[in-house]
């Protein structure tokens, strides 16, 4: 995405203002609108607007900035994730990384595998439909935002048993079945035709390059329970569950990459030391160290660490987010090159459609100027009227941010 524009306003002649934006693409002129719009200022005596003169050359530090939004742990209606685009574009966000599945449900209509939303979505009514999807990306897409999904795998995959349980592992205690399932099952054939199907399907549905397919936090003690895959691990000496789940992603990426998919994987799959390819790209969530290593590794890293948006302080929180700077989390400049950028996460445990909007906005806001301004914009006293600012700003453009700061009013 070319995102840079250029944007004049200023006196033509004696009478007549003029102004005029320019980009050699369709992105940087929606950037450039949406800096017009922050331009436009109530009259101080009239009920009128008044615009700045000014010149601007804008452009972003970095190409991927994106917001994760988990519609898993609860279902997030359509209208709330329109609106959410809409805020993304007021922010210059570039990608929605929607977290579509997860342990809890599974709310994607599959063509290929219909019986994975009619048994692991929480309600029929809970279920976006090949349509809606469709409809998601066509209007991310008409505020340039380009829509990466993530079907995590192989852990967080609960709700694909409840309609295949049998690409699962089955958990066990003392020898015996617990009646529990773990992450999918490695050592069976079936787990990688089903996967190949799907990604292929989920290839064709969603036009980005990438596909995010998770690989974190997967429940290794299950897997070592199982005596089919003790036997597994003993005949083909692997001596360790993290050397057992470099098998199950070298195949992922086999199928990623005759998709001619490029892939983003959490950090786990890296600092376990499953050998990764240079068009993957690490999304760091739990320790910012490895984003140190995977950039002087020379691979494509995202941070997200420092912007988990569930997490709540008291106060003004977005200070917090306002602090982190992805060049912090880097030893050498050479390294500047493989940062991606960011994503701020709206992990959805205790957030809904009652919410969701309020929680985002405007503390992402903070991570979207980390991400777009240059290193030098990071002055938090300058930042705090910005943000109320833009805080009322989103608020008569329909979204309802919550008070960034202490008390206040907007008019
Ligand atoms: C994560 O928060 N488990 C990526």
Redesign the pocket.
């Known amino acids: 995405m070319i995102e840079e524009y250029d944007l004049r306003i200023g006196l033509k002649n004696e009478t007549t203002y003029e102004g005029q934006l320019t980009s050699k693409s369709i992105w940087g002129v929606l950037r450039g609108l949406e800096t017009f719009i922050q331009l436009i200022h109530p009259s101080e005596n009239g009920p009128f607007f008044q615009i700045q003169k000014t010149n601007i050359t804008d452009y972003p530090r970095f190409t991927h900035r994106g917001l994760l939004v988990d519609t898993s742990r609860h279902f997030i209606s359509l209208s709330n994730l329109y609106a959410n685009l809409d805020a993304m574009s007021y922010n210059k966000l570039n990608v929605f990384h929607w977290h579509i599945t997860d342990d809890q449900s599974f709310p994607y209509e599959s063509k290929m595998f219909p019986l994975l939303s009619q048994k692991g979505a929480y309600d029929p009514s809970l279920v976006y439909s090949q349509q809606d999807v469709q409809n998601i990306i066509e209007y991310a897409k008409l505020r340039g935002i380009r829509v990466i999904p993530e079907f995590d795998t192989p852990g ?1 995959t609960r709700s694909w048993g409840v309609a295949y349980p049998e690409i699962l592992t089955q958990c066990f205690d003392n020898n015996k079945p617990n009646g529990k399932y773990g992450p999918m099952n490695p050592i069976k054939k079936l787990t990688y035709t089903f996967l190949k199907y799907l990604y292929k399907e989920i290839n064709e549905t969603f036009p980005d390059n990438y596909i995010h397919i998770g690989g ?2 997967v429940d290794k003690d299950c897997w070592l329970s199982n005596p089919d895959i003790q036997e597994f691990m003993a005949q083909n000496n692997i001596k360790d569950p993290e050397q057992f789940q470099t098998i199950f992603h070298e195949i992922l990426y086999e199928i990623g990459s005759s998709l001619g998919s490029k892939l983003i994987v ?1 950090e786990e799959i890296y600092a376990e030391g499953v050998n990764i390819t240079k068009d993957v790209a690490v ?1 760091v ?2 320790k910012s160290k490895y984003f140190d290593q995977v950039t002087e590794d020379g691979l494509n890293a995202i941070l ?1 660490s420092c912007w ?1 948006l569930d997490h709540l302080s008291t106060g003004g929180d977005w200070k917090k987010y306002y602090e982190c700077d992805p060049y912090d989390y880097v030893s050498s400049e050479k390294q500047r090159k493989f940062i991606l950028g960011g994503e701020a ?1 709206m ?1 959805s445990e205790v957030v809904d459609d009652s919410n969701l909007l309020t929680r985002i906005w405007p503390r992402a806001s903070a991570t979207a100027e980390k991400l777009w301004s240059s290193e030098n914009v990071n002055s938090f006293t300058s930042a705090q009227p910005r943000l109320e600012e833009h805080t009322c700003r989103m608020k008569n453009r329909g979204i309802p941010a919550q008070p960034p700061n202490g008390a206040g009013f907007c008019v």
């Open positions: 967080h974190d936090e959490w999304q969530w739990a997200s988990y996460c992990w």
